[in-house]
């Protein structure tokens, strides 16, 4: 624990100013966490005796968020001739022998498609008007609740939610998780709106009911990734950052929490 918590205030030390500049800093940040995870995730399958592309895999990411950052407006062609060239490499190896390559493709296009599509959400929200507070917002929601989960979890929890994927999550960490999501979400728009500088007409239900949705469904996001693992027979997607594991094991929560909220913002709040 101690570990952990030396590694997360050093994280915290250089992720907030990158946060709260945006732009090339914040970019920076993502690109190296989502980048990286397409690698842990490459090795993750490879280990699992599939055959992802990495090139293909990790470059078709880093496209992707350079475009969606950027060059919105050529996101999507880049992300089709992404998936094409995937399919295009996949063709080649089965013509060469390897009879499990339309797997292999499936495994390529997902990752593509997760770590870097859906990942790209992560940017998105932060170009959002007053982006750095939104963000903010996610991430305390979405942090709340694993420490929630994790403390009454491991001091209370008796029923299992997922024992293949993840045995020790339990319904009683998981009802503390969407507790603390939704008093986080509550919480931070009274104080930020109050005695803060972010300007918005959110009201402290709407934060509530935000909260509640990233501290209910992210779960998913922490079980997909388990799900991953569990194939590959790995303990963490890495062990890059001390007490913490991967890049992976730090976002997979993070992916599920930057769409949830990007959407909650703009069909309701903005």
């Known amino acids: 624990?101690?570990?952990?918590?030396?590694?997360?205030?050093?994280?915290?030390?250089?992720?907030?100013p990158a946060i709260l500049i945006g732009g090339i800093p914040y970019f920076l940040l993502m690109g190296t966490f989502l980048i990286g995870s397409a690698w842990e995730y490459v090795h993750m399958f490879r280990a699992a005796k599939f055959q992802p592309q990495m090139y293909i895999t990790?470059?078709?990411?880093?496209?992707?968020?350079?475009?969606?950052?950027?060059?919105p407006q050529f996101a999507m062609p880049v992300f089709a001739a992404a998936i094409l060239l995937a399919l295009a490499w996949h063709l080649i190896t089965y013509e060469r022998g390897r009879d499990s390559a339309a797997l292999d493709f499936g495994v390529t296009v997902a990752g593509i498609v997760y770590l870097g599509w859906i990942g790209a959400y992560l940017l998105d929200i932060r170009n959002l008007p007053q982006g750095g507070w939104w963000f903010m917002l996610v991430m305390f929601c979405v942090m709340s609740g694993d420490t929630g989960a994790y403390s009454i979890g491991r001091a209370y929890g008796k029923h299992k939610i997922a024992p293949r994927l993840s045995p020790n999550k339990s319904w009683e960490g998981y009802a503390a998780s969407v507790f603390t999501g939704t008093v986080t979400g509550a919480f931070y728009i009274w104080v930020f709106t109050t005695f803060g500088s972010l300007n918005s007409d959110m009201t402290i239900w709407q934060g509530a009911a935000m909260g509640f949705l990233l501290g209910s469904l992210p779960t998913l996001g922490d079980l997909g990734e388990s799900m991953f693992k569990r194939q590959s027979g790995l303990k963490d997607s890495s062990d890059i950052i001390p007490g913490h594991g991967g890049f992976f094991d730090r976002i997979d929560s993070w992916l599920w929490g930057a769409v949830i909220?990007?959407?909650f913002l703009v069909w309701f709040i903005i």
């Open 1 to 16: 624990m101690r570990r952990r918590v030396i590694t997360a205030l050093e994280l915290a030390f250089i992720g907030m």
């Open 58 to 71: 990790v470059g078709g990411v880093a496209l992707i968020l350079f475009m969606r950052m950027f060059l």
């Open 261 to 263: 909220g990007y959407y």
